[in-house]
């Protein structure tokens, strides 16, 4: 029996993690790969040179905060599955600084950027936690079919108002003034979201453990009837959840467009947000699993491309093996009911 928290987290992602590896092992002996090879070849190409680690890093920062957008509302049992349209409207938000206001330096540019980034998919996430304090639309289904409206949004402006006039017709805006460029790490594309990620995922830990919030939280996650007799305000708090969850993946929206992105496409995220809500129950919520889960999905994706050279598979593997590990998770928490 673990006694310790964190090693019974730890131990919980490792066993979930190991049960869907095999599995997706089987997977691959079904159709002639070698599965050890293919592994090998994973970690070789991601964790084995400078470049593939700081590529997995840079993977690793959105996930990690999309994690976090569902691991906070999470304390108090709401559901968010709109981590990919909070960060489509926290990116959209941080465009419109960048373009409306590119006369302004970088201290100050990049800062209302992030701001706008969080508050932007902060409020698309405290809409749906405002209609389930209602009593009005479950969070769940509120969440996931906002992001389809979110998209949509981006997708309106990317065709019509803010479509980059020199862009030979692709949807895109124009590129970003240099204020608006998050820093890099020398030679890299690791950038400075990377920070934001780990301090946000420190705040997370701290809140909950040494403040009387964190423990207001627990109260209403244990049993909500009863925080509510002790004068808790759940209303509140499933709103205020909702918005720093929403905001978190905002924020990783805003660094994907500053950072990597330069400039605000539709293909803006290859599904970072639902592979954050993976994460996060991978992890069972806890910060440091959240953190270690965030960086094995990232050398998972990271390692699709060289999947396909060196065992001639589809790069539609890696989504595979994502599938493999949440059927996993969904089962194991189904078992444990």
Do not use: C
């Amino acid at each position: 029996m673990l006694r310790d928290p964190r090693l019974h987290a730890l131990a919980r992602f490792a066993g979930l993690l190991g049960v869907a590896l095999a599995v997706f092992a089987a997977v691959l002996l079904v159709f002639g790969k070698n599965p050890l090879r293919a592994y090998v070849d994973i970690f070789a190409g991601t964790l084995g040179s400078s470049y593939g680690f700081s590529e997995t890093l840079v993977k690793m920062i959105p996930l990690v905060l999309a994690a976090l957008a569902v691991a906070v509302p999470a304390r108090i049992w709401l559901i968010n599955v709109g981590g990919e349209g909070q960060l489509f409207v926290g990116a959209l938000s941080a465009t419109w600084a960048a373009i409306h206001l590119p006369g302004l330096p970088g201290w100050l540019l990049l800062p209302a950027m992030a701001a706008l980034g969080f508050v932007g998919g902060g409020l698309w996430a405290a809409l749906a936690g405002a209609l389930r304090a209602r009593g009005w639309v479950s969070e769940t289904i509120a969440t996931l079919l906002m992001n389809y409206v979110a998209i949509l949004l981006v997708n309106f402006f990317v065709f019509g108002p803010w479509k980059d006039p020199e862009g030979v017709n692709y949807p895109q805006t124009a590129e970003f003034p240099a204020g608006a460029l998050l820093p890099t790490l020398g030679g890299t594309r690791v950038h400075l979201g990377l920070l934001f990620a780990l301090v946000a995922t420190a705040v997370f830990a701290f809140v909950l453990a040494r403040t009387r919030w964190g423990l207001e939280m627990r109260a209403i996650g244990g049993n909500a009837e009863a925080a509510r007799r002790a004068g808790i305000s759940i209303t509140r708090y499933v709103v205020l959840l909702m918005f720093v969850g929403g905001g978190l993946a905002g924020l990783a929206g805003m660094a994907e467009v500053s950072a990597i992105q330069g400039r605000l496409r539709p293909s803006l995220s290859p599904g970072y947000g639902y592979s954050g809500f993976l994460i996060s129950w991978l992890a069972g919520g806890s910060p440091a699993g959240i953190v270690a889960a965030s960086f094995v999905l990232a050398v998972i994706v990271a390692g699709g491309d060289i999947l396909q050279m060196t065992q001639e598979l589809p790069g539609s593997v890696v989504n595979i093996l994502m599938s493999v590990v949440l059927f996993v998770v969904l089962g194991r928490q189904g078992a444990g009911r």
